[in-house]
């Protein structure tokens, strides 16, 4: 995928929902999905986005500690409920320019 020319992302080692997580757990996550993709890909990530997109207690500093920017969704494919072709269309109709 890189070598295609896409950005690949950190978005955490398990995929866990950050609610209630100490800043420990949540930069344990952060942290060995950055070495598991720098390993796999010859270079780490720069940017991050939260699973579920929640940002808990503690999650910006480990941002900052990592060095990551993090980024968020303009809009929700609902790609665990819907067919793809749905799921393309919510995408591509609430697409925006900054999104």
Same mark, same amino acid.
């Given at each position: 995928?890189?070598?295609? #020319?896409?950005?690949?992302? +950190?978005?955490?080692?398990?995929?866990? +929902?950050?609610?209630?997580?100490?800043?420990?757990?949540?930069?344990?996550?952060?942290?060995?999905?950055?070495? $598991?993709?720098?390993? $796999?890909?010859?270079?780490?990530?720069?940017?991050?986005? $939260?699973?579920?997109? /929640?940002?808990?207690?503690?999650?910006?500093? /480990? !941002? !900052?500690?990592?060095?990551?920017? #993090? /980024?968020?969704? #303009?809009? =929700?494919?609902?790609?665990?409920?819907?067919?793809?072709?749905?799921?393309?269309?919510? /995408? =591509?109709?609430? $697409?925006?320019? #900054?999104?």
């Amino acid at each position: 995928m890189r070598e295609s #020319g896409h950005e690949i992302g +950190n978005h955490s080692h398990t995929h866990p +929902n950050f609610a209630l997580k100490r800043p420990s757990f949540i930069e344990d996550e952060f942290l060995r999905a950055q070495e $598991a993709i720098a390993a $796999a890909c010859s270079t780490a990530p720069v940017l991050m986005r $939260a699973p579920y997109g /929640v940002r808990w207690f503690g999650f910006r500093q /480990v !941002q !900052q500690r990592l060095g990551l920017m #993090g /980024v968020m969704w #303009g809009v =929700i494919g609902r790609d665990w409920k819907l067919p793809a072709p749905a799921v393309a269309e919510r /995408v =591509i109709s609430g $697409a925006r320019d #900054g999104g």
